[in-house]
């Protein structure tokens, strides 16, 4: 993996400008990067440009002595047939380019580890909970719950390629008003299905589903006069609708190749009792103080810019304290890392909540809190209205149903999460490389395709001693395989599965180009083999990635 020969190189390169400067010469660390551009080589360092005002010279000039250092310095070590050449470019950057044999070891790697190629151990089995999605179950999931559920998804598994334990959960706000303004809306259509009149709540919700629940109520019920219907306690509306709801929700997320561990209720954690053992926390650790009627958390303590009220002068309580107890809750379960995915309305939130885990006594680095963009879907080049109580708006089911899991999961990846997401329906369905998802799988397929005509032939790949392949675009292609693992990492780093997505697609574009180029099954048959195993070790990588994203692996389109 390149990632390892880095790695292990820049600790060579260091060791050897110890051995080679003046005792007592301390220099920044050597730090080889990925040029954005290949023809720099595969790896380079900055290390002249950041030791120039300490060294009293110019870049340029220095970069052409560490160079010299770090060439010499290669001489009977295995780096000696891994290493091509060493240059420097202005204004002082050493760049290193691999020899072809450097890369074998790419393949050889990859046919070792297959389906766990990329994957390591750096997590070292930290339990971590990613918590997505999280709808209050007041009508199906939107495309914006969507995006957030392919996001949290994709991410909880690249944690666990990484070795963390990571734990799906959705949290259920089955409180609150939002909650009450459903029932309300569910007995109300309820009333003039039986020929009454009522008047929809303020704020309440509009959708035609509002009014199938309220038809299946009624009808499991038996309720044929307005007069029963009158006698049924008003929870029984709030409740029905939430149980009804979350039934669809959990269907569309499942359908969506989407399974949470854990399915938490509010109404389970945010007990009287644990509401109360919260405030009795915060006050003994004088977080707490009265003001006003209500009482107020010192969260201005921990950075926010004013202190937040969680019980209001009616003895109500906020919307922060259930969340306090609940995130009191989650560090009780063990989790030494957590993940919070929200929507953009929420960004206001976090540093409330951040003062809260601080309040807890827990480091605010151990809680993440992801803000996902909002998506906008374009149908015939006309964005589509989003309004979930108006009942206007594009579901993920109609989502999946239009264009497919795979599309659907894939467009919602394809922008980092803090960017706004447009959606072009009509692009996701199309079975041409314009659409990337399609390119992406269609270069698996064809490396299907491919092993099928191999078998017919008799040839067979190989997977260690390779010599032959050294056509530009059968080394790049090597590198781009290389590069996996370290796409993985940026999605880790960055919490975003985006880095992930944009690799497969550069595999891919990678693969297509050697594809077109060069034939895989040729007149040379041990060529043809290395080619075949160079295909195979590309489709072993794809699978990969495609998997981590919750997208299928398809052998024939």
């Not at 002082?92 to 790697?109: K, Q, V």
């Not at 374009?378 to 979930?388: A, Q």
Request: aromatic content about 10%; proline content about 4%; charged content about 25%.
């Amino acid at each position: 993996m390149l990632s390892d020969l880095r790695a292990q190189l820049t600790k060579h390169l260091e060791e050897s400008l110890k051995r080679n400067l003046p005792s007592g010469v301390v220099l920044p660390p050597v730090d080889l990067d990925f040029p954005a551009q290949r023809l720099h080589g595969e790896f380079s360092a900055n290390i002249a440009l950041k030791s120039a005002k300490l060294l009293r010279k110019a870049p340029a000039v220095i970069a052409e002595e560490f160079r010299g250092i770090f060439q010499d310095s290669l001489t009977d070590t295995p780096f000696q047939n891994k290493i091509a050449k060493i240059e420097v470019k202005n204004p002082g950057f050493i760049n290193f380019f691999l020899t072809p044999l450097a890369l074998f070891g790419i393949l050889e790697e990859i046919f070792k580890a297959k389906n766990d190629y990329g994957r390591c151990d750096c997590g070292r089995g930290q339990k971590v909970q990613v918590e997505f999605v999280s709808a209050n179950p007041t009508g199906p999931l939107s495309v914006a719950h969507a995006r957030q559920a392919a996001v949290g998804d994709a991410l909880a598994h690249i944690l666990d390629f990484l070795g963390f334990k990571a734990t799906r959960e959705y949290y259920i706000n089955d409180g609150g008003n939002q909650i009450n303004l459903l029932g309300e809306s569910i007995r109300c259509r309820a009333i003039e299905l039986l020929g009454g009149e009522a008047s929809l709540p303020e704020n309440g919700y509009q959708g035609e589903y509002i009014k199938d629940m309220a038809r299946e109520f009624i009808t499991k019920a038996g309720i044929k006069t307005l007069e029963k219907l009158a006698s049924q306690d008003r929870v029984n509306f709030k409740n029905y609708g939430v149980e009804y709801l979350l039934s669809v929700i959990r269907k569309d997320l499942e359908d969506f190749n989407v399974r949470f561990e854990c399915w938490t209720n509010e109404s389970k954690v945010a007990t009287k009792e644990n509401i109360a053992a919260v405030l009795n926390l915060l006050e003994e650790k004088g977080f707490l103080y009265e003001k006003d009627g209500a009482l107020w958390f010192k969260s201005t303590h921990f950075g926010d810019d004013k202190d937040r009220v969680v019980k209001k002068s009616d003895g109500s309580y906020t919307y922060l304290l259930p969340d306090i107890v609940y995130h009191k809750n989650k560090y009780e379960r063990g989790f030494t890392k957590i993940i919070n995915i929200w929507g953009p309305d929420h960004h206001g939130y976090i540093p409330r909540i951040k003062a809260a885990v601080q309040a807890l006594g827990k480091s605010p680095d151990s809680l993440n809190v992801l803000i996902v963009q909002l998506a906008t879907i374009y149908r015939d080049g006309k964005p589509v209205s989003m309004s979930t109580r108006r009942g206007e708006f594009i579901s993920l089911r109609e989502v999946i149903d239009e264009v497919g899991v795979d599309a659907a999961r894939f467009f919602f990846l394809m922008r980092h999460i803090d960017a706004h997401l447009d959606f072009d329906l009509e692009l996701a369905k199309k079975e041409t490389p314009e659409n990337p998802v399609y390119y992406i799988q269609y270069a698996h397929a064809r490396i299907h395709s491919i092993n099928k005509k191999a078998g017919e032939t008799g040839l067979r790949q190989k997977e260690k001693g390779f010599s032959l392949l050294k056509e530009p675009e059968e080394l790049e292609l090597i590198k781009r395989l290389g590069s996996f693992p370290d796409s993985l990492m940026i999605c880790y780093h960055e919490l975003d599965p985006y880095a992930l997505m944009s690799y497969l697609h550069e595999l891919a574009m990678t693969f297509h180009r050697f594809y077109d180029q060069h034939r895989v099954i040729g007149e040379d048959p041990e060529l043809s083999c290395e080619r075949l195993a160079l295909a195979n070790a590309t489709k072993i990588v794809l699978a990969n990635g495609l998997r981590l994203l919750g997208l299928s692996t398809p052998e024939r389109m």
